[in-house]
């Protein structure tokens, strides 16, 4: 069974700084991993979506990795501000096994961007 | 395109009773699947559909919980003689066909909240 697991579960730094988020999972088998990022008591924003055959993704201010053969993947966040506060959600689309289509997430990473 | 719409966005309800939700696709989407989120936690993939078809309801908690889309548009998700239990964020997404490993982003929407009373 896929699991997913994200460090730290709790982020507070400075504004302006660069930070590294983390997301492992134990199972190399999927077709993709998506990063999110979640307000409190709201839905699921999209940030970047990484396929299986690619290395990285990059949008404005965020760049994911991902080392498929060592199950993980990074979201970098480079001069962080007080709107990136908020909850990261790391996810990957199995290729094996049941759920086919469904997401696996993990429990994510709250970040909070001090002013 | 307003994108992924969930009604009502809050519910609640007393135990025993039954409650039903709706979710409405981004327009010419396929793919719509449904999520549960209890606090703390990471979204857990419940069951989905491509257009009319359920392809995957194994994961759905009990029998309890069903499904449906009846025309390959919006979905309502059902559950019967509700438990506190079954109090969390019911989210939806969608997303257009895959093509084999190709996969496109589940967009989501934002989410149905119930509390069991």
């Known amino acids: 069974k896929q699991e997913v697991t994200q460090i730290p579960a709790a982020l507070s730094v400075p504004e302006g700084e660069n930070l590294v988020l983390n997301c492992s999972f134990t199972?190399?088998?999927?077709?993709?991993l998506q990063w999110f990022r979640q307000d409190p008591g709201k839905g699921l924003t999209s940030l970047l979506l990484?396929?299986?055959?690619?290395r990285e993704q990059t949008s404005g201010r965020l760049n994911a990795s991902l080392d498929k053969s060592s199950g993980r993947s990074t979201l970098y966040i480079a001069a962080s501000q007080p709107g990136d506060s908020a909850t990261y959600l790391c996810?990957?689309?199995?290729?094996?096994?049941?759920?086919?289509?469904?997401?696996?997430f993990g429990k994510g990473t709250h970040l909070i961007i001090q002013p | 395109d307003t994108g992924v719409s969930q009604n009502p966005r809050h519910k609640i309800t007393k135990r025993g009773q039954n409650v039903t939700f709706r979710c409405d696709p981004i327009?010419?989407?396929?793919?719509l699947y449904w999520y549960r989120q209890t606090l703390g936690q990471g979204p857990e993939f419940l069951t989905y559909?491509?257009?009319?078809?359920?392809?995957?309801k194994s994961r759905l908690l009990s029998d309890r919980f069903s499904a449906e889309r009846p025309k390959g548009s919006f979905s309502t998700l059902e559950i019967q003689r509700t438990e506190q239990g079954d109090s969390a964020m019911y989210l939806c997404?969608?997303?257009?066909?895959?093509?084999?490993?190709?996969?496109?982003?589940?967009?989501f929407g934002p989410g149905t909240r119930l509390t069991v009373t």
């Open positions: 990484i396929q299986s055959s690619q």
């Open positions: 996810a990957v689309r199995q290729s094996t096994g049941g759920g086919a289509d469904g997401l696996t």
């Open positions: 997404a969608s997303s257009p066909r895959t093509s084999g490993a190709f996969s496109y982003e589940q967009y």
């Open positions: 559909f491509q257009n009319e078809a359920q392809l995957e």
């Open positions: 327009s010419e989407h396929n793919r």
């Open positions: 199972d190399s088998a999927i077709y993709n």
